[in-house]
């Protein structure tokens, strides 16, 4: 607070008596200086104004002189004398109080300390007045005095507010006793009760007070009476305070209704929820949630603490819990554990708030159980996680797009792009997967899809990987829908080793297709030639009598031919024909040569063919067509790897090789006692890493379409099921040579390794043997008239008698008429109206034990089915006249029973 303001009197005029008046002010305490006339409003500072005789003397009286009077500052006049006149000429002018030099001076100090003070005093009375004034005019509550008149009561002062009550100003009141102001009967009711609680209050002699509702306005009021009882006052008055409560009241009710709200909303929040005390945490009340979710009663909660029933699983949680609260008033989704009566463990999300409740410090807390949401949001979490590891785990891409633009990319996605993580793709335009020349068509099928019109489900097209590389696509579109909003789910597979294997297939198919061409012509084909070979042998035997060297020349020529047409169309069948592997002991020089043929033909005129077959190879153990196969498919390589053309070398040899390891070489190839082919070429070569994956299945140097990757693998197979090995080497611009092992037989007599130049297939399976005795009677079922006549020809050379039937069912009638005459059926595998097998089988109801010799230009019909197992001899066309009477006679001689 700031100091007191001094006391300040102004000294104007310069007598001597002033000086020393001045003097002793001054020790009394008094700021004493002249008037400060040009200070605006100096009379709020200046408390008198003492001035001598001739000061006072001065006529005109200067401006400040009537300022002062209407300011009312004290005016003081010191003289040297006192005189009727001077007092009475000074006091009309104004002048407060005077004195001369006869008076005491502390009588004078003590006379303008009284001028000064009562000053002060009236212009505090002043204010107070001016307050009241004030007060009556503006203030919002009721004032009034009323005076104890006789039996009843008069307003001696009401306030305007107090008034317009009444409808009436406060001078229309007051004065007049109550029953004279022409109140109504509402009004009065209320003045009456107001002199009923005046009466009180100056009876008690104390103030009393009472909420009041009007009867003619139906508002609350709280009224004040108070007795006024001060010294030197002789009536009987009562001030009156009275305040408009009806919005407090208003506002009570509605806090009442408010609490009623409340505590129906509290019961009934399916949210746990508990009213506690602060800090200890105490039970005030809780909801029916919350017992249901702790499991114990409200009576057994009220009263008592979390931490007494141990609802707090980890104390740690609870202090950061109430640390929180005090910290920021409130405390917003934390998270803990807790424990239900029955010890089962939770978790849960709690807020609060901090409130008062009448002056104790409370906190409303809601607890909501997210157990199971937890537990939920786990199996989502994993569920998510599954679903993740799917999607990265299938071979086919998937991406999702909005708007064209790609919003989730799986794994496989993102190794068809050539990226590190799918994350590369989100977010970018799906057309930066697909080459340029696609994405106008894709972009259109995006559209039309959004819009809803038709679109291609499935279909091809480029992408273009982030390297620049292209790859077809396989693409299904299907549309679905999130959050009302269409979106579209692609799956992307790479088909290029499905087309690969389409071609593969198609290649398959083809030489299945050539194949079963080769063998419906085979058998009329093998029957000219069979005539041709037969006839040529018969008329070359009757021709030898006429001793013509040119004639016998001649006939060897069409025999050759005949002969080696037989070997081509065998090595046809045999190469289009799919069937088990045979194994037998393999010359590897013999099949080379037989191999050679189809070798040449693979060949362009700019490749020289050149061969180096080092002869007394040891045998092995395998399949000759099979390894016929690997011959061809490795020419074939060796072949397309000289595109301009070049020398391919085929070669044979026996070699041993040191064992290093697990039987094989160092390099892995096999070791010991080998027969080895090898095929070379001077073609364009290999790095190494073609090197290590050429005999990977599907892997090719080709363009698409040139070539299905399968040739060197299909080699690499058949050449490990033999227990062999095969291996390159190349130098990129010179050539390649791939070397084949397999190993050697050894004698089972000697332990050595012979060799095997003596080892040679013979068409159809038979050697020439000596001619049997003749039969008495044997039918031939032939439907070719040149090969029956032929049989018939060479059977008559030798003493047999034929009876020829020309299909099935007219060998049966032929046989049924004396089946006992015959000592041999020759019949061919496929006849008309009834086949081989069922005239066989017809044939041996009438006779089971008749010898049976089938012929065929096609082997695969008897060999593969039940027609050789009942069979007593098969003899494949075409066969010299030698051969088939070889098989003759072994037939009848056999004792075997089909």
């Not at 009588?107 to 000064?116: G, P």
């Not at 003045?191 to 103030?207: I, N, P, S």
């Not at 335009?429 to 696609?438: I, K």
């Not at 829908?481 to 389409?502: H, N, P, T």
């Amino acid at each position: 607070m700031s100091a007191a303001r001094q006391r300040f009197i102004a000294a104007i005029g310069s007598t001597p008596h002033l000086g020393r008046l001045a003097a002793a002010l001054r020790q009394s305490g008094f700021l004493v200086d002249p008037l400060p006339v040009q200070t605006p409003h100096w009379w709020l500072q200046t408390d008198a104004i003492v001035l001598d005789a001739p000061a006072a003397a001065a006529r005109p009286l200067p401006d400040w002189w009537q300022t002062a009077r209407e300011q009312q500052v004290p005016l003081l006049v010191c003289t040297g004398r006192l005189g009727e006149p001077e007092i009475a000429g000074w006091l009309k002018a104004g002048v407060t109080d005077c004195f001369d030099e006869q008076m005491p001076l502390p009588l004078v100090l003590h006379r303008i300390q009284q001028a000064v003070e009562a000053r002060r005093q009236a212009t505090e009375g002043r204010l107070q007045s001016a307050f009241l004034a004030s007060l009556s005019v503006s203030a919002p509550a009721r004032l009034a005095v009323m005076e104890s008149v006789g039996a009843g009561f008069v307003f001696r002062f009401i306030n305007r507010t107090f008034a317009a009550d009444f409808g009436r100003s406060p001078e229309q009141l007051m004065g007049l006793p109550l029953g004279e102001l022409g109140l109504t009967e509402a009004q009065l009711a209320d003045v009456a009760v107001w002199q009923r609680w005046c009466r009180e209050a100056l009876r008690l002699g104390r103030a009393v007070s009472f909420v009041h509702q009007s009867l003619r306005s139906s508002r609350w009021f709280s009224a004040t009476f108070e007795p006024l009882r001060q010294p030197g006052l002789v009536t009987e008055a009562v001030s009156i305070y009275v305040e408009d409560i009806t919005d407090q009241q208003a506002a009570k009710l509605r806090s009442v209704e408010s609490e009623e709200r409340f505590y129906r909303v509290f019961q009934v929040i399916p949210i746990a929820t508990a009213i506690q005390t602060i800090p200890d945490g105490r039970y005030l009340d809780v909801n029916a949630a919350f017992t249901r979710l702790f499991g114990y009663s409200r009576a057994e909660l009220i009263g008592r603490t979390a931490l007494e029933l141990g609802l707090w699983v980890k104390p740690e949680e609870r202090e950061r819990y109430y640390h929180e609260l005090e910290a920021h008033g409130r405390v917003l989704d934390f998270r803990g554990s807790y424990r239900t009566r029955d010890g089962r463990i939770g978790e849960a999300v709690l807020s609060a708030v901090t409130l008062v409740i009448g002056d104790l410090p409370c906190q409303l807390a809601l607890l909501q159980d997210v157990t199971e949401a937890q537990h939920l949001n786990e199996r989502l979490r994993q569920r998510e996680e599954w679903f993740h590891a799917i999607l990265n785990a299938a071979l086919d891409g998937i991406i999702v797009e909005d708007n064209q633009r790609i919003v989730y990319a799986n794994q496989a996605v993102a190794r068809l792009y050539g990226v590190e993580t799918p994350e590369a793709l989100v977010g970018q335009d799906f057309s930066v997967m697909c080459a340029p020349h696609e994405e106008g068509r894709l972009r259109d099928y995006t559209q039309r899809r959004m819009r809803g019109e038709v679109a291609p489900a499935t279909y091809e097209f480029t992408a273009q990987r982030a390297d620049g590389t292209t790859v077809t696509i396989e693409n299904s579109v299907s549309e679905f829908f999130s959050g009302g909003k269409k979106y579209l789910i692609a799956v992307m597979r790479d088909v290029e080793e499905r087309k690969r294997l389409q071609a593969t297939l198609q290649q398959i198919h083809k030489m299945e297709a050539v194949g079963r061409l080769a063998g419906g012509i085979a058998h009329d084909f093998n029957n000219l030639l069979n005539s041709i070979l037969g006839f040529s042998r018969l008329a070359h035997r009757k021709s030898s009598q006429m001793n013509d060297p040119a004639l016998d020349e001649y006939f060897r020529a069409i025999e050759g031919s005949a002969e080696r047409a037989a070997q081509l169309v065998s090595k046809l069948l045999a190469f289009g024909r799919r069937k088990e592997a045979s194994r037998q002991t393999v010359n590897l020089n013999a099949v080379v040569e037989d191999s050679l043929f189809f070798v040449r033909s693979l060949l362009p005129p700019n490749v020289e063919l050149v061969t180096s077959l080092l002869p007394d190879l040891p045998p092995f153990d395998g399949d000759p067509d099979q390894i016929q196969q690997v011959i061809i498919n490795l020419c074939r390589n060796a072949c397309d790897a000289m595109p301009d053309g070049g020398t391919l070398t085929l070669g044979t040899r026996a070699d041993v090789f040191p064992v290093q390891r697990d039987g094989r070489t160092l390099s892995g190839q096999l070791a010991g006692h080998c027969v080895c082919l090898t095929v070379a070429d001077t073609g364009v070569g290999m790095d190494e890493t073609t090197c290590q994956h050429i005999f990977d299945p599907f892997f090719t140097t080709k363009d698409l379409g040139d070539g299905a990757g399968l040739g060197l693998s299909v080699v690499h197979g058949i050449v490990t099921a033999h227990g062999g090995t095969v291996g390159v080497r190349s130098v990129p611009g010179k050539g390649s040579c791939f070397e084949v092992r397999f190993p050697a037989l050894r004698s089972a007599k000697t332990g050595e390794y012979p060799a095997a130049e003596s080892l040679r297939r013979t068409p159809g399976g038979l050697k020439a043997l000596p001619l049997p005795t003749a039969a008495k009677l044997v039918l031939v079922v032939e439907d070719d008239n040149l090969i029956a006549q032929l049989f018939t020809e060479i059977l008559h050379e030798v003493g047999y008698d034929v009876v020829v039937a020309t299909d099935g069912q007219q060998g049966v009638a032929c046989f049924a008429e004396q089946p006992d005459a015959f000592e041999l059926v020759i019949l061919d595998a496929l006849l008309p109206k009834l086949d081989g097998l069922g005239c066989l089988q017809a044939i041996r109801q009438y006779k089971p034990q008749i010898p049976v010799l089938v012929v065929s230009g096609y082997s695969e019909e008897v060999t593969s089915g039940e027609l050789a197992a009942q069979a007593t001899m098969f003899l494949q066309k075409p066969f010299t006249p030698e051969v088939l009477l070889s098989a003759v006679a072994r037939a009848v001689g056999s004792t075997k029973v089909m």
